[in-house]
């Protein structure tokens, strides 16, 4: 049983638009919601993280949107640029020495 | 800060040997760490986890003698896979967490790839 659904699998996007990457969880005792960034040949990267009584969290370029009725949280990234080119993962974890749950990533390629 | 460090980054050796992957947190004492198995474009896959001093625990269909996790201080977790096969090989990658809460974020390693021939 997958816990944290991840879509789409890749994405396509111009150069200086708007990357959405989304994930829906079915366990509500998760309480911690990050998203990693992982390049070839590297490890996942953490990039921003989310608790659920707050619903939108900004750093930078990237936003992360999180409804907790509807069980699902998004990743933002404005202006898009190639060197965000890179496999996302949203994860998510819940309270006590617990590992990290992830989606299955998404491939995103930005394209001048 | 949050720097995890994993040795070696390749690694190719024949089937049988065993190869031992070393993670260490450079800044920070990793009450916990984690080990993954990442095949090409797909997603982590948990392998174990290991607390300082104790004996790790494995993910169900992981083999415990064939994937020896002993993590004996809080800055240092090593994977030695034994009698290793082509089967086994794969890109590994190990993550460190400081602290019990699930506030704490878990940092990873850069990986090892392993290549058994």
């Known amino acids: 049983q997958q816990q944290v659904k991840q879509s789409p699998q890749s994405l396509i996007v111009q150069k200086g638009g708007i990357s959405i990457i989304n994930c829906a969880y079915e366990n509500t005792a998760f309480d911690y919601f990050p998203w990693y960034q992982q390049f070839p040949g590297k490890g996942p990267a953490l990039l921003i993280a989310i608790r659920p009584d707050v619903s939108e969290k900004k750093e930078g370029r990237f936003t992360i949107s999180f409804n907790k009725s509807a069980k699902q949280f998004s990743l933002h990234i404005m202006d898009s640029q190639p060197g965000d080119s890179a496999t996302y993962f949203c994860a998510a974890v819940y309270s006590g020495n617990t590992p990290l749950v992830f989606g299955k990533g998404t491939r995103l390629s930005v394209i001048a | 800060g949050a720097v995890v460090s994993q040795h070696p980054s390749w690694v190719i050796c024949k089937s049988g040997t065993s190869v031992k992957i070393e993670c260490r947190s450079l800044?920070?004492?990793?009450?916990?760490m984690f080990w993954y198995r990442q095949f090409p474009k797909q997603s982590l896959m948990l392998m174990a986890t290991s607390n300082e001093g104790s004996k790790a625990t494995y993910e169900q269909g992981v083999e415990k003698d064939k994937f020896l996790i002993n993590h004996a201080s809080l800055t240092l977790s090593t994977l030695t896979v034994t009698s290793a096969h082509p089967e086994d090989s794969s890109f590994y990658i190990c993550s460190a967490r400081y602290g019990g809460s699930s506030n704490q974020p878990q940092h990873f390693g850069d990986g090892t790839r392993l290549s058994i021939l």
């Open positions: 800044d920070f004492q990793a009450t916990t």
